[in-house]
């Protein structure tokens, strides 16, 4: 049997994918946001969520996209107070 060749590429609009560290990157965000005295709540959970965000969308992981200011700008948290 000849050997066949395989194309293939990403449908159009799609994005890379990769959410290995993606969890680190929200932890190093958290991190830095303390070191430099931020202690306001929603203000690291948005820029850890943004970091995350932007580390998936990298090809590789110890990478994170320079997209992760536009993801924190446009992040939206709510939260529900519980007894």
Do not use: F, N
């Amino acid at each position: 049997m000849p050997p066949r060749r395989v194309l293939g590429r990403p449908a159009p609009g799609t994005t890379q994918r990769q959410p290995t560290g993606a969890g680190d990157a929200g932890v190093a965000a958290a991190a830095v946001a303390l070191a430099d005295g931020i202690t306001d709540i929603p203000t690291i959970l948005r820029r850890a969520t943004a970091w995350s965000a932007a580390a998936v969308l990298m090809p590789a992981a110890g990478e994170i996209s320079p997209l992760y200011a536009d993801l924190e700008d446009q992040l939206i948290l709510s939260w529900k107070e519980t007894l």
